[in-house]
């Protein structure tokens, strides 16, 4: 499991004093409000912990202040960058909820127990998620995020039990 979960991409700054816009990877874009602190990971991969001194909203876009940037040269070298949480600082989920992050790279398994490929990626639409599986012969299974479909996940394990709907 990941310790980290992305919660957002620096875009670019916004004025002169040091705020910078950020495009939210979360669900909840108010989930901003209430955050005291991010982690920034830079490319040599070290993290960079800022304490956020206040939040305001423009379209789609969270715009943060962080303490001990004051100026748009102070951060502008951020530009790009991704912002995480810790796992403790996230938001919480509702029962048969899971992170993005902790669902990548899982085994799918159908309900005999039939090795079904790789989830690679997860698609979220408007209605519902959908999971991309990627297939030993190369194809891709797109498989709903609906409990008709999604049978039993276990983060721990990493592995999920599926039915494939006829058709798919």
């Known amino acids: 499991m990941?310790?980290?979960?992305?919660?957002?991409i620096i875009s670019s700054t916004h004025g002169v004093h040091g705020e910078v816009k950020v495009f939210p990877t979360t669900d909840d874009?108010?989930?901003f409000k209430k955050l005291k602190e991010a982690l920034l990971r830079l490319p040599s991969g070290e993290q960079l912990p800022l304490?956020?001194?206040s939040v305001k909203?423009?379209?789609q876009f969270a715009i943060l202040k962080f303490e001990g940037y004051d100026s748009i040269n102070d951060?502008?070298?951020?530009?790009?960058?991704s912002l995480y949480v810790s796992r403790?600082?996230?938001v919480r989920l509702a029962k048969d909820e899971y992170y993005i992050a902790d669902l990548i790279g899982m085994r799918v398994v159908d309900e005999e127990g039939q090795e079904?490929?790789?989830l690679t990626d997860v698609m979220e639409t408007g209605a519902n998620d959908v999971y991309v599986i990627a297939m030993p012969d190369g194809s891709e299974l797109l498989l709903p995020a609906i409990s008709q479909c999604i049978l039993h996940v276990d983060v721990e394990?990493?592995?999920m039990r599926v039915h494939v709907l006829e058709g798919l």
């Open 51 to 53: 304490k956020i001194v």
């Open 2 to 8: 990941e310790q980290y979960l992305q919660v957002g």
């Open 88 to 90: 403790e600082n996230a």
């Open 157 to 159: 394990e990493g592995f």
């Open 75 to 81: 951060i502008e070298k951020y530009r790009g960058l």
């Open 116 to 118: 079904l490929g790789e």
């Open 29 to 31: 874009v108010n989930r």
């Open 57 to 59: 909203f423009f379209k």
